[in-house]
């Protein structure tokens, strides 16, 4: 079984500045897939960024970066230059390799304050 | 190229009546996933299919609940009878095999059961 805890339920951070926001996880497999997806109030679920267990080097994209601490089973979401439309719920997700199956983490609920 | 199409956006539907969702997964994916959203329960997945077969059906959570995939671009959740605890908001998604992966999300079906 996997697990994927999300331990700040919601987080604030001011229009331009920098706030990461936490995820853990555990799993049985030695390869696998970790996620960040955002989800605004049209409840689309949008990619973000994802992350190759087996690579060293963190994901990034944009303004959106990763902190990825394998041995920690750590795996945090940084957002630089925050923007108003970043406000939403932002869920951690992990797949073992091949398996397909996504667990989802509590989401964490983003406010920006303009 | 067009998303995951779902149908209906909405659904209020009375204790007992059939429900049938709908899904049209990405061209060319050949995985789609069934997701129910609560706020008790979060993200669940129910059921997916791979190449039109489905391979996990362990998340469904009761036989009121079934799944089809007829082709490779529909296929159908459906509740029979329906209950209010049944109410969520319900996602499809679909990826492709060698996508990492990575599963793209429908804007999903509100469903309100009285």
């Known amino acids: 079984a996997q697990t994927v805890t999300q331990s700040q339920p919601e987080m604030s951070v001011q229009e331009a500045e920098t706030v990461t926001l936490s995820c853990t996880y555990d799993t049985s497999e030695s390869d696998y897939y970790l996620f960040w997806y955002k989800q605004p109030p049209s409840r689309q679920m949008i990619l973000v960024i994802r992350?190759?267990?087996?690579?060293?080097q963190n994901a990034t994209e944009n303004r959106f970066s990763v902190n990825f601490q394998k041995a920690a089973k750590s795996f945090s979401l940084k957002i630089s230059d925050s923007q108003l439309g970043d406000a939403a719920m932002y869920f951690c997700?992990?797949?073992?390799?091949?398996?397909?199956?996504?667990?989802f983490g509590k989401g964490t609920k983003l406010s920006v304050i303009p | 190229d067009a998303g995951v199409i779902q149908s209906p956006r909405h659904e209020v539907t009375e204790m007992g009546q059939e429900v049938t969702l709908r899904c049209k997964p990405i061209s060319g994916h050949d995985y789609l996933f069934w997701y129910r959203q609560t706020m008790m329960r979060g993200l669940e997945l129910l059921i997916y299919f791979n190449n039109n077969v489905p391979i996990d059906d362990s998340g469904m959570p009761e036989d009121r609940f079934s799944a089809k995939m007829p082709n490779a671009s529909f296929s159908t959740l459906k509740i029979q009878p329906s209950e209010p605890r049944d109410s969520a908001v319900y996602f499809c998604?679909?990826?492709?095999w060698g996508a990492g992966d990575t599963q793209y999300f429908g804007p999903g079906t509100r469903l309100t059961v009285l």
């Open positions: 998604a679909s990826t492709q």
């Open positions: 992350q190759e267990a087996y690579k060293q």
């Open positions: 997700a992990l797949s073992g390799a091949g398996s397909y199956q996504l667990t």
